[in-house]
């Protein structure tokens, strides 16, 4: 066996003529038929830079808990409201708990192109 064949069988390692390993191949071959059979496959695999559901449901949760409780509640206890106050208590309580698996559920509905 000489060492040019050995690179041929290793997926680690690029080719010195500038080619795909044969698993590379393989491997392209695989998610091209994929893609074929299954029109939605390529909508399910998401890129790395771009914002997953996960994270826009956190943002999201974040956002919400911010309007809807802590600027009420912190505008209440500086003018001394009620209302202000409880707005503020309730959605600092239930915001987080609440918008995530709405904005979840959303998403999931809308199959967002991401």
Do not use: C, K
């Not at 399910?44 to 997953?52: D, G, N, Q, T, Y």
């Not at 826009?56 to 911010?66: N, P, R, S, W």
Request: proline share 9%; charged share 20%.
């Amino acid at each position: 066996m000489t060492p040019s064949d050995e690179d041929d069988q290793r997926p680690d390692t690029a080719r010195a003529d500038g080619g795909r390993a044969p698993v590379d191949r393989r491997f392209a071959a695989l998610v091209g038929h994929l893609r074929a059979s299954d029109p939605h496959f390529a909508r399910r695999v998401s890129e790395p830079h771009r914002l997953r559901s996960g994270q826009i449901m956190t943002l999201l949760g974040f956002v919400a808990t911010l309007v809807l409780g802590i600027v009420p509640l912190v505008v209440g206890i500086h003018l001394q409201a009620a209302g202000l106050l409880t707005l503020g208590a309730i959605g600092t309580a239930f915001t987080p708990v609440v918008v995530p698996p709405v904005v979840g559920l959303v998403l999931g509905r809308l199959r967002p192109l991401w």
